[in-house]
């Protein structure tokens, strides 16, 4: 009780303070937040104060009086005690004892959330987050990020190089030796761990399994995690064996089919991080739920997704790449944002389209945003049916000759010998086009 009357006392002081010198909030503004004062009468007469200095008027009791009645929010006998209490010789102290009392009470609502967190048998690691997420309202930075130029160069030029995942394929991650600037798109090529890649397309255009192309090569040299959750395993490894062989094996291709919450997910890529893996594919979007979202609206619901799995990303140091849906209105406005989520995208490192042409096997990736260069160009692909996969078409040089992608040994037979190809596909493959 003593306690709070202290606080009251020494609100009505600093308020006190501003009204026989207004030019002080200015600087005080700067230090203290409406959220800083005990008292919600204080509050809102330290909030009239800061709305009178962005109006230019006067912080006067009588412009305060004005904006808190047409608020409804007047209290009358607060305004009168800070009237009649006397202002301070220096508000430093009592500025620095206000923030403290306020960060303290802050302290003992987190302490209540965390342990309620617990006893509903919350993720660690969501806890934590929710921490760290506090931590700046209150003002428990545990630094000052605030660094001069000299300071990050210094801390750029000793850094070591990005980590890099290489895909392997040539219209992702291009050698150098090409000489095209179009192909120098990641540096070295690859994807940078701690980034969020979302692979988008028009419907049928492949992003399934263009993932799978990725998926494979990088397998060869690393494990990977896969969560194809708009198929079954079933089909997944029905479809490989038909492309690859009997013989076809891969232990470094994990695949996950249980648990599609967001929660379970980041969950499963904290353990598999441990394990080593680096480069994570999530198939799909929408088959992703949100149980435990407090988010508002849907769009606010769908777009904790992405900010998930980025944040994910950038902890566990791997890559992410999530196959979404293209919103239908944004894709008629020439937008490429994930379906119900306009700011999903805002949260990825990368994002790639693939564009299907009407009847036919060619494609055209399109590099929409890329943050580790900040190039964003178009590849021309065909697709191949027999083997799922991607390869590009190169344009003609400017010296007129065709630059051609050479065709495998099959395709160049059956072209010199004018054989129709024909291809037929189990009733239940569902995953080759997704």
């Known amino acids: 009780m003593i306690e709070n009357l202290n606080n009251i006392n020494m609100e009505r002081s600093l308020l ?214 708009e198929f079954t395993v079933g089909n997944f490894v029905e479809t490989q064996l038909r492309i690859e062989g009997d013989d076809y094996s891969n232990k470094n291709l994990k695949i996950s089919i249980v648990g599609e919450d967001i929660k379970q997910i980041i969950k499963k890529l904290r353990i598999w991080r441990k394990k080593g893996v680096r480069l994570a594919v999530i198939d799909s979007q929408m088959r992703v739920t949100n149980v435990s979202s407090k988010g508002g609206t849907s769009e606010e619901k769908e777009t904790e997704k992405f900010t998930a799995l980025a944040r994910a990303a950038q902890k566990l140091d791997m890559h992410i790449i999530f196959i979404c849906q293209q919103g239908k209105e944004d894709a008629r406005g020439g937008v490429i944002s994930p379906m119900k989520s306009k700011l999903g995208g805002h949260e990825a490192t990368i994002i790639l389209y693939l564009k299907k042409e009407k009847d036919s096997e060619d494609r055209e990736l399109l590099f929409s945003k890329n943050k580790q260069t900040g190039k964003h160009f178009k590849k021309a692909l065909s697709f191949e049916r027999t083997t799922l996969t991607f390869r590009a078409i190169r344009k003609e040089t400017d010296k007129g000759k065709s630059d051609e992608v050479p065709l495998s040994e099959a395709e160049q037979y059956n072209k010199n010998n004018k054989v129709p190809v024909e291809i037929v596909y189990p009733k239940q493959q569902k995953m080759e086009l997704e």
């Open 16 to 229: 006190s303070s501003i009204l026989w010198n207004p030019a002080i909030f200015e600087d005080l503004s700067e230090k203290i937040k409406e959220s800083d004062f005990y008292l919600p009468a204080h509050k809102y007469i330290y909030e009239a104060m800061g709305e009178c200095e962005k109006k230019d008027l006067p912080i006067d009791s009588e412009f305060i009086e004005k904006i808190l009645k047409k608020e409804e929010r007047f209290d009358e006998d607060a305004m009168l005690e800070i009237q009649a209490t006397n202002p301070l010789p220096s508000t430093k102290a009592y500025v620095q004892e206000l923030v403290e009392k306020a960060q303290k009470r802050d302290l003992i609502v987190l302490i209540n959330e965390m342990r309620e967190k617990i006893e509903q048998g919350e993720d660690v690691d969501i806890i934590k987050q929710h921490v760290i997420d506090r931590a700046e309202n209150i003002g428990l930075e545990t630094q000052d990020d605030v660094k001069d130029f000299d300071e990050f160069k210094k801390e750029y030029l000793s850094a070591p190089p990005p980590t890099l995942i290489k895909a392997h394929i040539g219209f992702i991650d291009q050698p150098l030796s090409l000489k095209n600037s179009d192909f120098d798109w990641t540096r070295d090529g690859g994807f940078q761990t701690g980034g969020l890649t979302l692979l988008m397309g028009d419907p049928e255009a492949g992003k399934t399994a263009l993932a799978v192309q990725i998926i494979k090569n990088v397998t060869k040299d690393e494990p990977v995690l896969f969560m194809p959750y």
